[in-house]
């Protein structure tokens, strides 16, 4: 009932940039929590940045600086911008909300869903 999609992942040379986007789409009520995690091969998944509905964000300390995560309230979109890029930024990027939905019953419910991934290379 809900579908996160993202885009804008790629190939780029060190100290360049990209701009991630993720859409939600279906029967949405409202959105809290956004975040982008990454995964690179052989790691487990990591906790990019985060953004609330308000707009606080928080960042890992390894793109501090680096990347700045924005969202479209009334989009139901979240945004990475990744600047002076590095190998070690290599990876899988998902996007993750934390969504209250409308059933076809009419109920609402709450649930954390994901996107399908963007790769991410950055490699001269």
């Known amino acids: 009932q809900v579908q996160l999609v993202e885009s804008g992942g790629g190939l780029v040379q060190p100290g360049g940039s990209l701009r991630l986007s993720c859409a939600a789409s279906g029967s949405i009520f409202s959105i809290s929590a956004m975040a982008w995690y990454r995964q690179a091969p052989g790691n487990q998944r990591e906790l990019v940045a985060t953004?609330?509905?308000?707009?606080?964000?928080n960042y890992a300390d390894s793109v501090k600086g680096r990347f700045t995560i924005s969202r479209d309230n009334g989009k139901n979109t979240v945004y990475l911008q990744m600047n002076s890029l590095k190998p070690e930024d290599t990876a899988v990027y998902y996007c993750?909300?934390?969504?209250?939905?409308?059933?076809?019953?009419?109920?609402?419910?709450?649930?954390?869903?994901w996107g399908q991934g963007t790769q991410v290379t950055v490699s001269s």
């Open positions: 993750n909300a934390d969504v209250t939905y409308r059933s076809n019953s009419g109920s609402y419910y709450r649930s954390d869903y």
């Open positions: 953004i609330t509905s308000g707009g606080s964000t």
